[in-house]
């Protein structure tokens, strides 16, 4: 099993910039890190969304919907994904989750994935 714990969420101005951390650990992860991991967002009364991922190789894909404001690393010693967020806007607020698949990112979202439980990101005009 994979575990995923996230932080960072908080309320910000529009214009202004959060950085979410999602620490990844457990036993099969820490056997063989061949994972996607990634991030995706969920606002009230909509459907999640895939914001961001990185692939085992290190190979990035973005959401149209980033239009550069957003960059997704990963530290592997760490065992540490991140998302900085910046120039927010209000329709950015959501619920972020971290999210984890076994080698394939285009199983990520699916039911292979390892969920974490969220952190809130609020924007305000």
């Known amino acids: 099993q994979v575990q995923l714990a996230e932080s960072g969420g908080a309320s910000a101005q529009a214009g202004g910039s959060l950085r979410l951390s999602c620490v990844v650990s457990?036993?099969?992860?820490?056997?063989?890190?061949?994972?996607?991991l990634g991030w995706f967002r969920q606002a009230p009364g909509k459907e999640r969304q895939g914001v961001a991922y990185?692939?085992?190789?290190?190979?990035?894909r973005y959401a149209d919907f980033v239009e550069g404001r957003f960059t997704i690393s990963k530290d592997s010693d760490n065992n540490i994904v991140s998302l900085e967020m910046n120039s927010l806007k209000p329709e950015d607020t959501a619920m972020y989750y971290c999210?984890?698949?076994?080698?394939?990112?285009?199983?990520?979202?699916?039911?292979?994935?390892?969920w974490g439980q969220g952190t809130q990101v609020t924007v305000s005009s």
């Open positions: 999210a984890a698949v076994y080698l394939r990112c285009d199983a990520l979202g699916t039911m292979k994935t390892s």
């Open positions: 990185i692939g085992p190789e290190g190979g990035i």
């Open positions: 457990g036993d099969i992860y820490n056997r063989d890190k061949r994972y996607c």
